[in-house]
């Protein structure tokens, strides 16, 4: 079955560095978000992608996150500098008609 | 506002105890409502879609139904490796390709 593949599943890293995280949809899906869930709360969209447009970033802090996804399949999330309010889970999904799978996302730490 | 809540935050259940986890919505035209399931340190894992009133679903020990303002997961006998967080998320009424979650309902199973 086709899966939602994410990387890395860890990061640990210090306040102020780069982060990246990659994201690799479903074949076939058009449509990927990334998402960030904070502990006890539920996935809060950051930034929606059909094919290689940005479609929705209204939540994307964009003083220090960037999307791409350059040839409309795979997706790269950066967070530079990262703060200490960044720690959370950060989901990736893609969609067809409508039904949105979860990758097994990335759990990051600021130090 | 465009929201939606869940009831209760928090569920303990003896092993073979039924009950049932709410999701009220305040959206415009519903038009389509979500069930996930998570694990701990995973990514949601698709359960249930609903579109309208009076719909209902049912997967093993899980059924979701649907009325004009809310959502009840109902789960019956539930077993241990039910245990986990149960997202509900509805479709933004004006962007059909978002959802809005919920904060889920953390669900613990005792045998």
């Known amino acids: 079955e086709a899966e939602v593949a994410q990387s890395p599943r860890y990061k640990i890293t210090e306040k102020s560095q780069a982060v990246a995280f990659w994201c690799d949809p479903i074949?076939?899906?058009?449509?990927l978000y990334w998402y960030r869930q904070i502990l006890g709360q539920g996935p809060e969209l950051l930034v929606q992608f059909q094919d290689e447009s940005v479609v929705d970033d209204s939540q994307l802090p964009k003083d220090r996150f960037s999307a791409e996804r350059l040839k409309g399949v795979d997706s790269t999330l950066k967070i530079q500098p990262a703060e200490l309010g960044d720690s959370a889970m950060y989901l990736c999904?893609?969609?067809?008609?409508?039904?949105?799978?979860f990758g097994p996302g990335t759990r990051l730490t600021v130090l | 506002e465009d929201q939606v809540t869940q009831s209760p935050e928090a569920l303990r259940l003896q092993e073979g105890e039924s009950s049932s986890l709410n999701c009220s919505y305040t959206v415009s035209g519903l038009r389509g409502l979500f069930w996930y399931r998570q694990d701990p340190g995973k990514g949601p894992e698709f359960l249930f879609t609903l579109y309208s009133a009076g719909e209902e679903k049912e997967k093993e020990r899980l059924k979701a139904t649907l009325t004009k303002k809310e959502s009840f997961l109902h789960i019956t006998a539930p077993k241990p490796e039910d245990s986990a967080t149960y997202l509900c998320a509805v479709l933004h009424p004006r962007n059909t390709d978002k959802l809005i979650f919920g904060t889920g309902t953390r669900l613990q199973v005792f045998p």
């Open positions: 074949s076939g899906h058009a449509t």
């Open positions: 999904a893609s969609s067809r008609r409508g039904m949105q799978f």
